[in-house]
């Protein structure tokens, strides 16, 4: 299996995980934030995401594609060979808020134009600072684009 398509089914697997106070805190939370080397507190949708392939990558013996990184945008600049246009399952999806802001998780399935996604740190109403693991529905153009792993 591609380490994405793994690293996907891991992150489908910690779907429901909650903070336990609402700053990004938490055993799980603080346990993805670790495996970019961050403490409680700080944003923790890329420290998901790295921690999901980090997983994928030591179950197939396989060194981690991604930057150990919190940061998205930082991310997207260190990994210009990843990334793609055309989004698949298992692929990571970026988004750029400005100002040094993004979010980060992974598509799950393309519909049309529109991608359903597992991500962390956000919340039924799509908040890039929500307080779980959840699925949702994005629109493939709010995507600054895709890492292919």
């Given at each position: 299996m591609a380490i994405g398509l793994e690293?996907?089914?891991i992150a489908l697997s910690q779907e429901g995980v909650r903070e336990a106070t609402g700053k990004n805190d938490g055993p799980a939370v603080e346990k993805y934030l670790k495996s970019v080397g961050l403490p409680a507190g700080y944003s923790w949708c890329m420290a998901f995401v790295y921690w999901c392939v980090?997983?994928?990558?030591?179950?197939?013996?396989?060194?981690?594609?991604?930057?150990c990184t919190g940061g998205v945008l930082y991310q997207w600049n260190e990994r210009p060979g990843l990334r793609v246009q055309t989004p698949a399952a298992g692929d990571i999806f970026?988004?750029?808020?400005g100002k040094g802001a993004g979010h980060t998780g992974f598509v799950v399935a393309v519909?049309?134009?529109?991608?359903d996604t597992i991500?962390?740190?956000t919340n039924?109403?799509?908040?890039?600072?929500?307080?779980?693991v959840y699925r949702r529905t994005r629109k493939i153009a709010s995507m600054k684009g895709f890492l292919c792993i």
């Open positions: 690293a996907m089914q980090q997983q994928a990558a030591i179950a197939q013996k396989v060194a981690n594609p991604l930057k970026i988004m750029d808020y519909r049309g134009d529109v991608i991500e962390g740190n039924s109403g799509g908040s890039r600072e929500g307080d779980g």
